[in-house]
């Protein structure tokens, strides 16, 4: 059980691409961590440096107290768990989660134990005879997790865990996921780039873009309140709808813009912000055409295209209300939950 | 889909059938030659139906041999082919999956003219460089020698080509969990890279086996002394040392014997055989 | 050239490893055929005694030489001989295995096997086949009116040892173009004959194109096979002969240097081999490179 401290680390591949640029985090013990952002971002890299897989250029990486940066993955105390599972596959589940164990020179009956134990935890202990190519997706995915669970190590390391199992399976593991760290309390730092799976399992989220960390914060904080125009349009789905100052000014709401920075340009509105009821608090009015009704169950989105706008507005509402493709739709955003920003810095401005 | 194909399938079946009597004639006409006594050979023509002596002519073959050209005994020369055709193969397959390991999964200064000296050896088949390449046998005592006829012959590039091609297609996260799980590079290579290759070793075996057996140019140069003869160059003496026509009866029981083991390995192994020539081209 | 994107660090290991094959290699590759580079431009006197540099004296000697340049042109027509018949069997044979469905694997097994003959082997069945006093071939021959003999004919010679050397090819290429005909897709085929193609210009216009890489693939092999891998076929039939007819070029160098003992002249044969050898080397792995790119 140990802490991760990462102090200015930074990745230059030869050739001169920079893959990750200037990285500072300091993770607790028992913290589960998750990196996420857009293929290329550099969290992949960032968690193979942390894993020892590749290379640190410069910067200093601790496990507990420990500085790291030269030593082996093997002598690092972690444990990882690859995106396509890596299990060996002319070993039995056994062998597979033994492996590691066994090459620590662990008593025979201290690896029966842990390796029992952890099938049990995963419930995958009917397979433990079994080769690899004999289980389905999913299952395999357990035995991949059983054999970082078997080492015990001070860190769990997941890289996109779940992008290779179908949507059901992916909210099943999500929910095992979470509740397994909770239960073993080992710091976790898990990479992927699917925004809603970051947005439950993480203690707090690090949003990283084009090598550099764009916002740390829990869940919901980086939801309620994005530092970043890019943390504003990667976190949330439907993404955030963003308005430029002007089209407000045009259409006459100009008190409602007094309370923002300097520098101001852009405002964001999240899709369930948008109501199409006039609200009591100060809010701005638009009025947009209904371009293209998307139900989804619970909930539809309404695509509106406003005059001014190049993009169309996405807006959420509840149900599935009677309402045609062509009409003319007035929605209501409260100014509290207008996210403001400057575009040339692409930082907020509140 | 739908066809209409009245005299097409028999005209093939034809076609193939003819072509199966093209490939099979040979080996049936040695056979059939094996089983008939000497005198059959020196009048009229040779025989398309088999004859009584099969027995006491491989016997014949296997004990005596043809002392007059100076050939050994059948037996020694099969025991010195299977020998060197082993070993020929185990020396190539040891070699270059060793070598192929290390190009593959170690970054290290000349790893790539490395490579070049082990690709330059497809250049090279021993025709073309036969008489310094004995000349160093020679200087090197490895004349009438097993290691002479084995080691000149192990070191060529097409399994390291082959392993190495395979190697790439794993996937990095298996050595990546290896080295996680704390394993060394020769403790990956024992317990998971070794596994995984077993189907190509296989496959490469028996291309390898009927390539050391079926060496003809290389122990033909460096054995003078009979005991080291080897069973296919050793029948050339049979057919074209002599005055007189040679013993057909005994020397199509030498051929037959000599053409089996190869021809077995094939048979008994032919869709590895096939995957092996296949994927060893690319 | 690419490596693994993980790799494993150790200084002396990956040495320690490919120290057997490097080492072999430069014993009885590199070094020899340096040598034969070396003895190339060398020629020594009658008793052995002293040697001179000559520069390209040897290589022009050859190239003057009539029967050097017989001996090439033996080559080209033994060599091109027995990759036309080859190659044209085989691929008839793994058309029409391809349309089979049940007896294919019965059939593949028969046309496989003699690729475990060594050459020498299938050039002594043959001489036994077209041997003029008990062979069967010429029997028959003797029939239609023809008077076989590879001892004094030498275009009977020829035609036997391409016969030898195709036969035993056949099976390699045959393995080849089955497996090519069989990764052609499907629905091309099927869409061929939506569109109105007979069976004939369905192979000819869409099947045999699509095989085009292995064809010239197979094309350098077999060459390579017919310049190199045929000592045996010549060896242990005609020798040589009758009269040079069957000298290819992998057998003179052998004459020369062994039994003729002329070190010079078959260094520098050697050397213009492996100048060949090279060449077609290149060719081949370009080719297979754009292979996987069709």
């Known amino acids: ?42 969290k992949s890299t960032l968690l193979r440096m942390v894993a020892g897989l590749e290379t640190i250029t410069s910067g200093t990486l601790k496990i507990g107290d420990k500085v790291v940066n030269d030593l082996e993955p093997a002598d690092r105390d972690i444990a990882m768990v690859f995106q396509n599972y890596a299990l060996y596959p002319h070993m039995t589940v056994y062998n597979n989660l033994a492996y590691g164990l066994k090459n620590r020179g662990f008593a025979k009956a201290d690896i029966d134990t842990r390796v029992r134990q952890a099938a049990k935890m995963l419930e995958i202990e009917q397979f433990l005879d079994r080769k690899p190519r004999a289980l389905s997706g999913g299952q395999r995915q357990r035995v991949a997790m059983g054999r970082a669970l078997v080492r ?62 764009e916002q740390v914060g829990s869940p919901m904080d980086v939801y309620r309140r994005p530092e970043t125009l890019f943390v504003a349009s990667f976190i949330g789905s439907p993404a955030m709808n963003m308005a430029s100052i002007d089209l407000l000014r045009d259409r006459g709401q100009v008190e409602a813009l007094d309370r923002f920075g300097k520098g101001t340009g852009l405002l964001g509105m999240r899709p369930d912000d948008m109501h199409l009821m006039r609200p009591d608090a100060p809010h701005i009015s638009l009025s947009g055409r209904l371009e293209l009704f998307e139900p989804a169950g619970a909930e539809s989105h309404l695509y509106l295209s406003v005059e001014g706008a190049a993009e169309p507005y996405v807006m959420r509402v509840n149900g599935q209300p009677g309402l045609q493709e062509g009409q003319s739709i007035d929605f209501y955003v409260p100014t509290g939950s207008l996210h403001p920003f400057d575009p040339t810095t692409g930082k907020r401005t509140d | 889909m739908v066809e209409s194909r009245r005299w097409g399938s028999l005209f093939s079946h034809l076609i193939l059938i003819l072509g199966v009597a093209i490939v099979v004639f040979p080996i049936y006409v040695a056979i059939i ?68 390991f290390a190009i593959v999964y170690f970054r290290f200064p000349f790893r790539i003219f490395f490579f070049w000296i082990i690709f330059l050896t497809l250049m090279l088949p021993v025709e073309v460089r036969i008489v310094p390449t004995f000349q160093v046998v020679a200087d090197l005592g490895m004349l009438n020698s097993f290691a002479g006829l084995s080691i000149p012959l192990i070191a060529s590039a097409t399994a390291t080509f082959l392993f190495r091609q395979f190697f790439m297609t794993i996937p990095e996260e298996m050595m990546e969990a290896a080295r996680v799980d704390g394993a060394g590079p020769m403790k990956f290579f024992k317990d998971i890279l070794l596994p995984l290759s077993v189907t190509n070793i296989a496959a490469l075996f028996v291309i390898m086996f009927i390539y050391g057996w079926n060496q003809y140019l290389w122990p033909l140069l460096i054995t003078t002394d009979p005991d080291y003869y080897t069973i296919v160059m050793g029948i050339q003496r049979m057919v074209t040392g002599g005055d007189s026509e040679p013993l057909w009866h005994l020397v199509m029981a030498t051929v037959v014997l000599a053409a089996l083991p190869p021809v077995l390995v094939i048979l008994f192994m032919q869709r590895l055989f096939v995957k092996g020539l296949t994927e060893t081209e690319k | 050239m690419q490596t693994k994107r993980s790799t494993f660090q150790n200084s002396w290991l990956p040495y320690a490893l490919l120290a057997p094959q490097v080492i072999i290699t430069l014993i009885f590759f590199i070094w020899p055929a340096s040598q034969a580079l070396y003895q190339s431009v060398l020629r020594q006197d009658a008793f052995g005694l002293r040697t001179t540099f000559v520069g390209f004296e040897n290589f022009k000697r050859l190239f003057a030489d009539p029967l050097y340049l017989s001996s090439m042109q033996v080559t080209l027509v033994f060599a091109v001989g027995t990759t036309l018949l080859s190659m044209g ?84 290429n045959f393995i080849f173009f089955l497996a090519g005909l069989q990764s052609v897709p499907h629905s091309l085929i099927e869409a061929a004959a939506i569109d109105g193609a007979s069976r004939t210009k369905r192979f000819w216009t869409i099947v045999f194109p699509l095989l085009s890489p292995i064809t010239f693939f197979l094309m350098v092999v077999n060459i390579v096979y017919a310049m190199f891998d045929t000592f045996g076929i010549i060896h242990a039939t005609t020798e040589g002969g009758p009269a040079q007819a069957t000298n290819i070029l992998v057998y003179k160098v052998y004459r020369d240097g062994f039994v003729g003992l002329n070190l010079g002249s078959s260094a520098a044969q050697s050397v213009i081999l492996m100048g060949i050898v090279i060449v077609l080397t290149v060719i081949q792995f370009r080719y297979i490179e754009r292979r996987v790119n069709y």
């Open chain 2, 33 to 100: 030659a094996s089983t008939h006594p000497p005198g059959t050979f020196l009048r009229g023509v040779m025989p398309l139906l088999p004859g009584p002596n099969a027995i006491e002519n491989y016997r014949t073959a296997l004990t005596e041999g043809r002392s007059q050209a100076g050939a050994p005994p059948i037996s020694l020369m099969l025991t010195n082919s299977l020998i060197m055709a082993l070993a020929i193969t185990i020396g190539k397959l040891s070699i270059s999956i060793l070598s192929a």
């Open chain 3, 89 to 172: 069997l085989a691929l008839l044979f793994a058309v029409k295995v391809n349309d089979m469905l049940r007896s294919r694997n019965a059939y593949s097994t028969m046309l496989v096997w003699p690729y475990a003959v060594a050459p020498a082997i299938a050039g002594v069945l043959w001489w036994f086949i077209f041997n003029p006093s008990i062979g069967i071939l010429p029997y028959i021959l003797d029939m239609v009116g023809y008077d076989w003999n590879h001892r004094s004919s030498s275009t009977d010679a020829m035609i036997l040892v391409i016969v030898a050397a195709a036969w035993k090819q056949i099976s390699y």
């Open chain 1, 152 to 213: 015990e190590p001070a860190a769990f390391l997941l890289d996109e865990p779940l992008s290779n199992l179908d949507a059901k399976l992916r909210v099943q593991m999500r929910v095992e996921i979470k509740h397994l760290q909770r239960r073993l309390a080992t710091t976790s730092l898990y990479v992927t780039h699917d925004q809603l799976e970051a947005m439950t399992l993480g203690d707090r989220l690090v949003v990283l873009n084009g090598g550099r960390i």
């Open chain 1, 1 to 42: 059980m140990a802490g991760i401290k990462i102090e200015n680390l930074c990745k230059i591949y030869p050739g001169g691409v920079q893959a990750v640029t200037d990285i500072n985090l300091d993770i607790a013990d028992g913290e589960f961590i998750v990196l996420v952002g857009p293929s290329g971002c550099g």
